[in-house]
Nanobody, 122 residues
Framework: QAQLVESGGGSVQAGDSLRLSCAASGRTSSTYTMGWFRQAPGKEREFVAAINWIGITRYYLGSVQGRFTVSRDNAKNTVYLVMNSLKPEDTAVYFC???????????????WGQGTQVTVSS
């Protein structure tokens, strides 16, 4: 089994920044695609960002493009999501996920963390 543990969430004001971290252990490999998803109350889970195993190819949800940056440190088995210029609509539980495949829809992600809450107030 693999374990993914997110950290770094919190309550901030609009315009502030946060950095989420996801520490991977167990069966996840540095060759896995790593993704971030979020789920707001009453809404379906949505894709936010992903990064391929070598860290060259990155994918973003359109509404976070230019504000969020995904990165990874394979030596530390950790993936990061730096979130700048946060907006109230970014409020959600953020989940880290790992996929042995290239980035695709959420069904391609095999392992999931428990999530970390991000709350942005106006």
């Amino acid at each position: 089994q693999a374990q993914l543990v997110e950290s770094g969430g919190g309550s901030v004001q609009a315009g502030d920044s946060l950095r989420l971290s996801c520490a991977a252990s167990g069966r996840t490999s540095s060759t896995y695609t790593m993704g971030w998803f979020r789920q707001a109350p009453g809404k379906e889970r949505e894709f936010v960002a992903a990064i391929n195993w070598i860290g060259i190819t990155r994918y973003y949800l359109g509404s976070v493009q230019g504000r969020f940056t995904v990165s990874r440190d394979n030596a530390k088995n950790t993936v990061y999501l730096v979130m700048n210029s946060l907006k109230p609509e970014d409020t959600a539980v953020y989940f880290c996920a790992a996929s042995p495949l290239d980035h695709g829809d959420s069904s391609s992600y095999t392992y999931w963390g428990q999530g970390t809450q991000v709350t942005v107030s106006s």
